[in-house]
């Protein structure tokens, strides 16, 4: 009997870091969402405003980026007029209302309220509208849960050098200042950032998307210092003045693929978390503050073997770390998919780059389902994982998912993305009947969007929008009336429910 028990155990553990290739999981504990749990949807101001210039509104770095280089995105279109969201909120009220979303994660865009970035030139049309969208959430119920910047830098603030360069503090925590002012009497959950990962990687270490600037290895971890010293100033600049009387909480989003070990290797698996969500999330939410100590003394070392006085990621410093760390009341996760990963057999891309100091081989499993995007594949046992892990290694931080969601091509019958939501919401209750403190579920995305330099050719959206007709309705795919359901029932209903 023990050695059946024993034998069952090893089993499951071996099971948990080889993983199950058909997009499903198996339910633990109870089938329902405990009372408080929120679910809602997300979106981001350039993928669905539209309206780039209309009533005053100034340009961010992603409207010059299209427009002055519409052959790096695929179909050489852009956000100019996209779902059209600026000039047709209602039509996603009326989803929301239909789906009965308890919050609406979307973002604002910095130069829609302040044109040029400065926040002594307000354009009082942009306030009206974002005043607008709140006051109609907030008459239907749904929270307002409003991300500060979703990667659209007023270009006049490029101009100063945008994220590399430590002005940027003070901008953005100005800017931070302005939106508590205007509506943190009606908006409780803010988040600073999202995806620092991929502003500052493909902004200012790939050069792959705006402002373009190629230094690996160098700019994103300046890019990544300034923005984490932007989001601890802003943190203690709310506490400091708005915190008693608002009564919000402020987060930071994190994009995030779970790392797998095929050889089970929890040093390799704990090595990449470090350096994958690790470089944000410790400065924050961990006890000690600062980068995480393997990816500083690494750093510094190689450094050091290139001949520099001093390291590419200097330490935050013991201002600066006691500055941000704790200036996060939840952690938000974007989590889309996994990989598997291995030391690098061989040094990895160029010298300096993020990749060669990491130096991890990252694999897929051929047989997992890919979507759309050759980036995603369906693996619900990653978030599970990842929320573990979250829960061990962060003392259980609140978590908000922030992001989740199936890419695909449009089609209404999209039993794909039902498949995808349905595991990867098991793959939550999972976590929180194992004890994580995971607090709201947003689906990506509420309608079809301009997704960055895939353009609109991939969707993921619960509802599909036209984007060559004028009216742009919003129709719903089979996945919305399936979310609809979790959200009426607090649960994982099966997948025929609906059929
Ligand atoms: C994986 O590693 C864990 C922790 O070191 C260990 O308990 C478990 O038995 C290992 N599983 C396999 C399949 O090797
Ligand atoms: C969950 O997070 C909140 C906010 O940080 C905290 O107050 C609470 O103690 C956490 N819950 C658990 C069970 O750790």
Same mark, same amino acid.
Request: aromatic letters at 14%; one cysteine or more; glycine letters at 8%.
């Given at each position: 009997?023990?050695?059946?028990?024993?034998?069952?155990?090893?089993?499951?553990?071996?099971?948990?870091?080889?993983?199950?290739?058909?997009?499903?999981?198996?339910?633990?504990?109870?089938?329902?969402?405990p009372?408080?749990? /929120?679910?809602?949807?997300?979106?981001?101001?350039?993928?669905?405003?539209? %309206?780039?210039?209309?009533?005053?509104?100034?340009?961010?770095?992603?409207?010059?980026?299209?427009?002055?280089?519409?052959?790096?995105?695929?179909?050489?279109?852009?956000?100019?007029?996209?779902?059209?969201?600026?000039?047709?909120?209602?039509?996603?009220?009326?989803?929301?209302?239909q !789906?009965?979303?308890?919050?609406?994660?979307?973002?604002?865009?910095?130069?829609?309220?302040f044109?040029?970035?400065?926040?002594?030139?307000? /354009?009082?049309?942009?306030?009206?509208?974002?005043?607008?969208?709140?006051?109609?959430?907030?008459?239907?119920?749904?929270?307002?849960?409003?991300?500060?910047?979703?990667?659209?830098?007023?270009?006049?603030?490029?101009?100063? @050098?945008?994220?590399?360069?430590?002005?940027?503090?003070?901008?953005?925590?100005? +800017?931070?200042?302005e939106?508590?002012?205007?509506?943190g009497?009606?908006?409780?959950?803010?988040?600073?950032?999202?995806?620092?990962?991929?502003i500052?990687?493909?902004?200012?270490?790939?050069?792959?998307?705006?402002?373009?600037?190629?230094?690996?290895?160098?700019?994103?971890?300046?890019?990544?210092?300034?923005?984490?010293?932007?989001?601890?100033?802003?943190?203690?600049?709310?506490?400091?003045?708005?915190?008693?009387?608002?009564? @919000?909480?402020?987060?930071?989003?994190?994009?995030?693929?779970?790392?797998?070990?095929?050889?089970?290797?929890?040093d390799?698996?704990?090595?990449?978390?470090?350096?994958?969500?690790?470089?944000?999330?410790?400065?924050?939410?961990?006890?000690?503050?600062?980068?995480?100590?393997?990816?500083?003394k690494?750093?510094?070392?190689?450094?050091?073997?290139? @001949?520099?006085?001093?390291?590419?990621?200097?330490?935050?410093?013991?201002?600066?770390?006691?500055?941000?760390?704790?200036?996060?009341?939840?952690?938000?996760?974007?989590?889309?998919?996994?990989?598997?990963?291995k030391?690098?057999?061989?040094?990895?891309?160029?010298?300096?780059?993020?990749?060669?100091?990491?130096?991890?081989?990252?694999?897929?499993?051929?047989?997992?389902?890919?979507a759309?995007?050759?980036?995603?594949?369906?693996?619900?046992?990653?978030?599970?994982?990842?929320?573990?892990? !979250?829960?061990?290694? +962060? /003392?259980?931080?609140?978590?908000?998912?922030?992001?989740? %969601?199936?890419?695909?091509?449009?089609?209404?019958?999209?039993?794909?993305?039902?498949?995808?939501?349905?595991?990867?919401?098991?793959?939550?209750? /999972?976590?929180?009947?194992?004890?994580?403190?995971?607090?709201?579920?947003?689906?990506?995305?509420?309608?079809?969007?301009?997704?960055?330099?895939?353009?609109?050719?991939?969707?993921?959206?619960?509802?599909?929008?036209?984007?060559?007709?004028?009216?742009?309705?919003?129709?719903?795919?089979?996945?919305?009336?399936?979310?609809?359901?979790?959200?009426?029932?607090?649960?994982?209903?099966?997948?025929? +429910?609906?059929?």
């Amino acid at each position: 009997m023990w050695s059946l028990i024993l034998f069952v155990a090893i089993g499951l553990f071996g099971s948990e870091s080889f993983v199950k290739a058909n997009c499903t999981i198996e339910a633990k504990g109870n089938l329902k969402f405990p009372k408080k749990f /929120n679910f809602g949807v997300a979106t981001s101001a350039y993928q669905i405003e539209g %309206g780039w210039n209309a009533d005053g509104k100034g340009p961010s770095i992603w409207d010059e980026f299209t427009h002055n280089y519409p052959e790096r995105i695929i179909d050489g279109s852009n956000g100019d007029s996209a779902a059209e969201s600026y000039r047709l909120f209602e039509l996603d009220l009326q989803a929301l209302k239909q !789906l009965g979303a308890k919050h609406y994660r979307f973002s604002i865009a910095w130069t829609r309220i302040f044109p040029t970035g400065d926040v002594h030139l307000k /354009n009082q049309k942009g306030i009206d509208y974002y005043n607008m969208v709140i006051n109609k959430l907030r008459e239907n119920k749904i929270e307002p849960m409003v991300t500060m910047y979703h990667w659209d830098l007023p270009v006049a603030l490029q101009k100063f @050098g945008g994220f590399a360069n430590a002005l940027i503090i003070d901008q953005f925590s100005d +800017y931070a200042e302005e939106l508590f002012k205007l509506f943190g009497d009606r908006v409780k959950t803010w988040i600073t950032f999202n995806e620092p990962n991929n502003i500052c990687k493909a902004g200012y270490g790939t050069g792959y998307a705006p402002p373009l600037i190629q230094a690996p290895g160098v700019g994103d971890y300046i890019c990544f210092t300034n923005l984490l010293k932007a989001h601890g100033t802003t943190y203690r600049l709310y506490q400091k003045k708005f915190a008693k009387k608002q009564k @919000g909480k402020i987060g930071i989003t994190l994009d995030i693929f779970y790392l797998f070990s095929k050889t089970n290797n929890t040093d390799d698996v704990n090595r990449a978390m470090d350096y994958n969500l690790g470089l944000l999330a410790y400065p924050i939410f961990s006890k000690s503050g600062d980068f995480p100590p393997i990816v500083l003394k690494e750093i510094e070392k190689s450094s050091m073997e290139e @001949g520099r006085a001093k390291s590419r990621l200097p330490s935050l410093g013991e201002y600066w770390t006691k500055i941000i760390k704790g200036s996060g009341d939840f952690i938000g996760i974007n989590y889309y998919t996994s990989r598997y990963v291995k030391p690098a057999t061989e040094p990895m891309g160029e010298n300096p780059s993020m990749e060669r100091d990491i130096n991890i081989q990252m694999d897929v499993d051929p047989n997992w389902p890919r979507a759309k995007a050759d980036w995603v594949y369906c693996i619900p046992q990653g978030l599970e994982s990842l929320l573990k892990y !979250l829960r061990d290694e +962060y /003392n259980n931080v609140e978590v908000k998912i922030t992001e989740n %969601g199936w890419v695909d091509s449009g089609e209404l019958n999209d039993d794909n993305r039902i498949r995808y939501f349905k595991s990867h919401i098991q793959a939550v209750l /999972n976590a929180i009947n194992d004890g994580c403190n995971v607090t709201s579920y947003s689906a990506w995305s509420l309608v079809d969007n301009f997704e960055w330099l895939q353009g609109y050719t991939e969707k993921f959206g619960l509802y599909s929008v036209n984007m060559k007709s004028t009216k742009k309705g919003r129709i719903p795919k089979k996945s919305a009336l399936y979310y609809k359901k979790v959200i009426a029932t607090r649960s994982v209903p099966v997948f025929e +429910y609906l059929y």
